[in-house]
C-alpha cells in the first residue's frame, strides 16, 4: 500500500467531553500542508493537569504542570526511515491548563487548542523557541496555520 496522506490520530483521556478534534485535526493538517510535510502520522493526546504534570517532572525536570508537551521521534535520527511513514510522534495537551490561558488571554478554548497543537507539530517537525531569531519564525509560522482558519486572539 502507497501512503500518501498524513494522519492525525486524538485521544481524549480526560473524563470530559471533547468536541475540538475535528479542527485541531484541520489546522494540523494545513500546518503540514505548509510545511510540505507528507507520509506523516502523529498522535495528539489531551490530558488533564495531574497527568502533564507527571510527564513535565519526569522527562523535563520541571516540576509543575505544563500546557503542552511533545515527543519528537525524529529526534533520534535512527528513527527516520527513509521512503516510509514519518512517525512524528506524540503531542500532549493538558485541557485543564488550557482553560486556563484561554481565560487569561481573554480568547476561546477553541482557539488555545488549535495553537497548542499547532505549537506541538511545530516542535515535531524540528523548530523551536530557545532563541529570539528561533521564536519569530516558529510563531510566525503558527500564527499563519491559525490565520487559514480564522482562529484569532
Not at 505548509?34 to 502520522?41: D, F, I, N, R, Y
Not at 519528537?72 to 511513514?85: G, H
Not at 523548530?127 to 519564525?137: F, N, P, Q, V
Amino acid at each position: 500500500m502507497i501512503y500518501t496522506v498524513n494522519e492525525v490520530a486524538i485521544y481524549n483521556k480526560t473524563n470530559e467531553e471533547f468536541t475540538y478534534g475535528d479542527i485541531i485535526e484541520k489546522v494540523v493538517n494545513k500546518a503540514f500542508e505548509l510545511e510540505c510535510v507528507k507520509k506523516a502520522s502523529c498522535s495528539i493526546i489531551i490530558v488533564d493537569n495531574s497527568f502533564i504534570h507527571k510527564l513535565n517532572k519526569e522527562y523535563r525536570g520541571i516540576d509543575r504542570e505544563t500546557d503542552v508537551i511533545s515527543f519528537a521521534l525524529e529526534d533520534d535520527k535512527s528513527m527516520i526511515i527513509p521512503n516510509e511513514i514519518r512517525l512524528l510522534g506524540d503531542i500532549y495537551i493538558s485541557l485543564d491548563k488550557a482553560k486556563e490561558q484561554a481565560e487569561a488571554y481573554g480568547h476561546s478554548l477553541e482557539r488555545e487548542l488549535c495553537f497548542l497543537a499547532v505549537h506541538g507539530i511545530y516542535h515535531l517537525l524540528g523548530y523551536d523557541h530557545e532563541s529570539e531569531e528561533e521564536a519569530k519564525i516558529m510563531f510566525k509560522k503558527q500564527e499563519e496555520v491559525l490565520m487559514e482558519y480564522g482562529i484569532t486572539r
